[in-house]
């Protein structure tokens, strides 16, 4: 599967925090909904990014940076020049690498205290229900429609909160699918027929939309680990970077969902591709090989 | 009856190149119906040839999904906002 687990040599692992960890999360821990015993939450807490690029940097790095004991990465591709105009994880020298492995290697230098693990490979019906359970929460970054609709499934499946997020030109929107209140198929029950809805790389987008969108879903995600808080459970947030107008729309369970509706007929994956009617990803060589040799 | 239509950026086009325009109607049917005459097109983006809603494009009444009102014929007032948002999949 090209999985792999990063950490940073002589990290301690311990139960107690040393002095370095109190002082690395004091701004954290000194607020009262956090404290120590927030604090070892999120070292005990387990999240999986699907997608490394303009969601998947900012959330990761927020998550590494606040100490999430162990943070999941699933991503196929190579760095591309065209990507670091917004994806935070990766830099110039990385153009042509993986990006679970510029990824890997960037959180870890923020953060040694955090454990990487990297699935380099697409998330597929094959691998989805293999790799969610690992994890205690999923945050969806990738930037297509076949993966939205499976990770979406997958996660309620699973039992596991989706924090999901989408941005398009100069467009975002947020919101927390929780097993049973509602889901991606709740919102939209069909995907766009191909090619009507451009992807970022077609139509374009700010790059520093990524980076909002991004620290709101590791916002609910820190939220959902340390209990606190008004989830974005059935509510959608929309963002229009040019106004800078924040508005919110209600999100339903829908009870004729063929998911989590009250007769649902899905009860397993299905082949997303066909779904949506797209072609299947294509791996990029570089990617799987070098995943592969890390493992 | 006038109300605010808010139309996200990937339908702007279909518009103008409008995020926020008025429009006349008293139901969304009839809203749409407005907004194709002026922008002909329009009707296209949002819906199919039967007038249903597209599945991967929702329509909300102020903060309500219109699917769990009377769809598209769910009665607008005046002061009113509808909101058109197509699925996004961007992440990268």
């Known amino acids: ?295 | 009856m006038a109300v605010t239509v808010y139309v996200a950026s990937v339908i702007q086009r279909a518009v103008g190149d409008q995020k926020q325009l008025e429009a006349e109607g008293s139901t969304i049917a009839e809203l749409i119906d407005d907004l194709e005459s002026r922008y002909p097109g329009f009707r296209a983006q949002v819906s199919d040839e039967s007038g249903a809603l597209h599945r991967f494009v929702n329509v909300y009444l102020n903060d309500e999904d219109v699917r769990y009102l009377q769809g598209t014929g769910t009665a607008l007032s005046e002061g009113d906002s509808v909101s058109f948002l197509p699925a996004l999949a961007g992440g990268r």
């Open chain 1, 1 to 295: 599967m090209g999985d792999a687990e990063g950490r940073a040599p002589g990290a301690p692992q311990g139960s107690a925090f040393t002095p370095e960890e109190v002082m690395r999360y004091s701004r954290h821990m000194i607020m009262g909904p956090v404290g120590p015993v927030g604090q070892r939450k999120l070292r005990n807490a387990s999240v999986l990014v699907v997608g490394a690029g303009g969601l998947g940097s900012p959330v990761a790095l927020y998550l590494a940076l606040a100490g999430v004991g162990r943070i999941g990465l699933v991503d196929f591709d190579v760095v591309d020049l065209s990507n670091l105009q917004r994806q935070i994880l990766h830099q110039t020298a990385d153009v042509g690498r993986p990006k679970i492995l510029s990824a890997q290697e960037s959180l870890l230098a923020y953060n040694p205290h955090v454990t990487v693990n990297t699935h380099g490979l697409p998330l597929t019906s094959d691998n989805a229900l293999e790799i969610i359970p690992e994890y205690d929460i999923v945050v969806n970054g990738a930037d297509n429609f076949a993966t939205r609709y499976l990770a979406n499934d997958a996660a309620y499946l699973s039992g596991k909160t989706l924090v999901d997020g989408s941005i398009l030109l100069f467009d975002g929107q947020a919101t927390v699918y929780r097993p049973g209140e509602g889901c991606y198929r709740c919102l939209y029950p069909a995907p766009p027929p191909p090619g009507l809805v451009p992807s970022c790389a077609e139509a374009g987008v700010l790059g520093a939309i990524t980076g909002v969108v991004g620290s709101i879903q590791a916002t609910e995600v820190f939220k959902q680990i340390l209990g606190i808080g008004e989830p974005l459970v059935g509510r959608l947030l929309l963002i229009d970077a040019l106004t800078m107008e924040f508005r919110m729309m209600r999100v339903r369970r829908d009870p004729a969902c063929p998911l989590c509706g009250d007769a649902p007929s899905i009860h397993e994956l299905i082949d997303y591709d066909q779904f949506c009617g797209t072609p299947p990803l294509a791996v990029a060589e570089g990617a799987a090989v070098a995943a592969g040799a890390h493992a």
